[in-house]
């Protein structure tokens, strides 16, 4: 049985076709993708003030989420995982907190009850 020819144009074709799906895809999608000046520049002058103001914050949180990760996946266990025993923690914590302002204030209470009384 004889070998069959290789058909050049079809490969070419389709390594042509491939090219042109896998770099320009991506490149037509950049172009047309506003980028955040446009964005910012769209908004009412409110919300540029407004977006201005909070920037910091933003960035700020970002900040502490992004190093709160960095300190989850150094454990062995998965991410999720010491999120979640991180958030039961701070749970606990602010509920305990509540119930020490919640004795103090019912101790400022029972003192100034006291003092009235004499």
């Given amino acids: ?10 490969w070419g074709k389709v390594l042509t076709a491939g090219a042109t799906i ?4 991506p490149l037509l999608t950049m172009y047309l993708s506003p980028s955040e000046e446009e964005i910012f520049k769209r908004y009412n002058p409110d919300l540029q003030r407004r977006s201005l103001a909070e920037r910091h914050t933003r960035e700020q949180e970002f900040d502490e989420f992004v190093t709160r ?3 989850y996946s150094k454990s062995d266990k998965p991410i999720w995982a010491v999120m979640d025993e991180e958030e039961k923690l701070r749970k606990a914590n602010t ?5 020490e302002a919640e004795a103090r204030a ?3 209470k029972d003192a100034m009850r006291k003092e009235s009384g004499l």
Avoid: D
């Avoid at 896998?22 to 895809?25: D, E, L, T, W």
């Fill in 22 to 25: 896998s770099i320009g895809g």
């Fill in 95 to 99: 509920l305990k907190n509540a119930k």
């Fill in 1 to 10: 049985m004889a070998k069959k020819p290789i058909n050049w144009m079809l």
């Fill in 69 to 71: 990760l960095k300190a």
């Fill in 106 to 108: 019912q101790a400022q």
